[in-house]
């Protein structure tokens, strides 16, 4: 069964410093592999996608995300980190129709 | 932003009464999709829907059931609401996935907030 594990609960950086967010995935096959955003008493907003090819993938707001078949990860990056950039972040993964998602982690950017 | 309204968006009810919430789409997508949202636990999936009065279980779906009559309505049902269900409801919806052109992402409502005393 496909699965999805966030390590990190909380990750806290200071603003204009790169941040992290790390996600690393479990699936039989080839994975489409997603990252979302969530901001206080919203839904969740689709950021990027992993499907196949280039594995950096760019998408909104200036974050990009590496995939890693080796390590089975796909780490959310950002080279400066803004305050606005605080939210809640989830990794998911699809193998089949559900998306599975991660628990979450609470980026915290300091100014 | 996608066309997914969900209602009520507030809801406290007493343990054992019934609970419907609603998700209504203008997109025109075949999945529609009902997660809660737990502290610690992320998103986890009660039921979905590939289709007019097709659906199927997620990993929690116990004390869950939907229904879904047409394209636009996805209906989440406690039948005799717990505090356990205490919760944050999230719909959404996704259209079918083609090769690159679209993988399945999900789009979602602004939630419903759910209290059962």
Known sequence: AQSVAQPEDQVNVAEGNPLTVKCTYSVSGNPYLFWYVQYPNRGLQFLLKYITGDNLVKGSYGFEAEFNKSQTSFHLKKPSALVSDSALYFCAVREGTPLVFGKGTRLSVIA | ?117
Not at chain 2, 6 to 24: A, D, F, I, W
Request: proline share 3%.
């Open chain 2, 1 to 117: 932003d996608a066309g997914i309204t969900q209602s009520p968006r507030h809801k406290v009810t007493e343990t054992g009464t019934p609970v419907t919430l609603r998700c209504h789409q203008t997109e025109n997508h075949r999945y529609m999709y009902w997660y809660r949202q737990d502290p610690g636990h992320g998103l986890r999936l009660i039921h979905y829907s590939y289709g007019v009065k097709d659906t199927d279980k997620g990993e929690v779906s116990d004390g869950y059931s939907v229904s879904r009559s047409k394209t636009e309505d996805f209906l989440l049902t406690l039948e005799s609401a717990t505090s356990s269900q205490t919760s944050v409801y999230f719909c959404a919806i996704s259209d079918l996935p083609t090769a690159f052109l679209n993988t399945g992402e999900l789009f979602f409502g602004e939630g419903s907030r759910l209290t059962v005393l």
